[in-house]
């Protein structure tokens, strides 16, 4: 008998970051949709992948995210996490990806990594990270980084999914952006 792995658009995730300016330039971006993969079984089906609403939880600091992420991947909410006005905040659907920006450390995505790598309750979870390699750009000033910023760490992380759903979305290795 084969196992059959479906892959749900939009994509539910939780966004890990350290400015609410970044996340509302970035999150928005990812709504439009965007030619991808969905994968079923061995084959790969052409189809579109949507990021409408996929952001259920954004959160802002390394200490939440290691209490927190294991119940939101468990869609129980993030129990007494004051909410923030980014993400869907509709817990009912499991996160399949966690999405951390630049500003968190190579050690601290692998940290979070290690406390909450097969926890997902639909399946494996995408873990896609900003480069360390690469790291944040300097301070952006009062505005934010601004609109490049924001479309380009967007295709980046458009590129990590659809790179994790075309390799069968069964990995929960962390893919650098």
């Known amino acids: 008998m084969s196992y059959k792995m479906v892959i749900t658009v939009p994509v539910p995730a939780i966004g890990c970051g350290k400015s609410f300016k970044t996340a509302e330039a970035v ?6 949709k965007i030619e991808g993969l969905l994968a079923v079984a061995m084959d790969l089906i052409p189809t579109k992948l949507e990021f ?23 869609g129980r909410g993030p129990g007494d996490y004051p909410p923030n ?11 399949r990806c966690i999405l951390f920006g ?27 990270a900003g480069d360390p390699i690469v790291g944040p750009p300097p301070n952006p000033g ?20 659809s790179k994790w759903i075309e390799n069968g ?5 962390i893919i650098w952006y």
């Open 52 to 74: 409408m609403s996929a952001v259920i939880h954004f959160i802002t600091s390394f200490e939440d995210a290691k209490t927190y992420i294991g119940d939101l991947l468990a």
């Open 169 to 173: 979305a069964q990995s929960e290795e």
């Open 27 to 32: 999150f928005p971006l990812l709504s439009p």
């Open 102 to 128: 630049r500003g968190y450390t190579e050690e601290q995505v692998k940290e979070i990594h290690s406390l909450h790598r097969g926890k997902g309750v639909d399946g494996p979870v995408a873990w896609i």
């Open 142 to 161: 009062p505005g934010g980084y601004g609109p490049e910023f924001a479309e380009k760490a967007t295709e980046s992380v458009k590129q990590a999914l």
């Open 85 to 95: 006005h980014a993400g869907s905040h509709y817990y009912s659907k499991h996160a």
